[in-house]
């Protein structure tokens, strides 16, 4: 499916004037008026039970918190040893599998 008003290139006159005319013959959306627009208030000022449900909602998303979180450490190792671990696609792993055996 193309799209007629492709973001890549600027709209010409007339397909800003199609545009134009499509959105004032809308009867369900509208244009606000700059007085309604100098009215309108935030979502969270309106609606702050609602806004404050949303945030906890957004924020229980993404990967859940680690038991045992990874940090970030620099460590130099000679480059023969870290061509051998790399042969392996999952070296990172088994990286951190053979430090916890050896620190018991």
Known sequence: MTNKFSSKRPLTQEEEAEI?????????????????????????????GMAKAMEREVAKRGRPRADD?????????????????????DWRTKMVEALKRAAG
């Not at 004032?24 to 702050?48: G, I, R, S």
């Open 20 to 48: 134009q005319k499509m959105i004032a013959a809308d009867p369900d959306n509208p244009e606000l008026t700059e007085e309604q627009l100098a009215k309108a208030k935030p979502f969270a000022e309106v609606f702050p």
């Open 69 to 89: 979180p990874r940090e970030a450490v620099t460590l130099r190792l000679p480059r023969s040893v870290l061509e051998r671990w790399k042969r392996d696609p």
